[in-house]
């Protein structure tokens, strides 16, 4: 079976239908309800580790051939660069980010973003 990893930027955490995929399972503590674009709701009652160490929610009812990965989530390594055909996930110490900045304010920046409850705004 293909497996596939979609990196969303309005996630706030990662979630799976393949409990296969997670590791150190383990209950929530408080049921967490997943909200989708049609109003549909499922909850998920256990949570783990995906295979890059990010906490990780087990949806039933998701399919198990993909994981939704937090844009969020991952940028706290460093960052994430989108562009129209692909993008990257890029590992930065705080001096290289801090310099990556510095970079892309040099550019013509036609949106600044911020985050608010681990989404990007």
Same mark, same amino acid.
């Given at each position: 079976?293909?497996?596939?990893?979609?990196?969303?930027?309005?996630?706030?955490?990662?979630?799976? +239908?393949? *409990?296969?995929? &997670?590791?150190?399972?383990?209950?929530?503590? #408080?049921?967490?309800?997943?909200?989708? @674009?049609?109003?549909?709701?499922?909850?998920?009652?256990?949570?783990?580790?995906?295979?890059? +160490?990010? *906490?990780?929610? &087990?949806?039933?009812?998701?399919?198990?051939? #993909?994981?939704?990965?937090?844009?969020? @989530?991952?940028?706290?390594?460093?960052?994430?660069?989108?562009?129209?055909?692909?993008?990257?996930?890029?590992?930065?110490?705080?001096?290289?980010?801090?310099?990556?900045?510095?970079?892309?304010?040099?550019?013509?920046?036609?949106?600044?973003?911020?985050?608010?409850?681990?989404?990007?705004?």
């Amino acid at each position: 079976m293909t497996f596939r990893e979609h990196m969303d930027s309005g996630a706030t955490t990662q979630m799976t +239908g393949a *409990p296969e995929r &997670l590791t150190e399972h383990r209950l929530l503590e #408080r049921e967490q309800e997943i909200r989708g @674009y049609d109003n549909s709701t499922k909850i998920s009652k256990i949570t783990g580790l995906n295979q890059d +160490g990010k *906490p990780t929610l &087990l949806v039933p009812g998701m399919p198990t051939d #993909r994981d939704l990965l937090s844009a969020w @989530y991952y940028a706290q390594d460093g960052c994430i660069v989108f562009f129209g055909d692909g993008g990257y996930v890029v590992a930065m110490t705080k001096e290289q980010q801090v310099e990556f900045e510095s970079f892309i304010q040099s550019l013509d920046v036609s949106m600044r973003l911020k985050i608010e409850n681990g989404t990007y705004i």
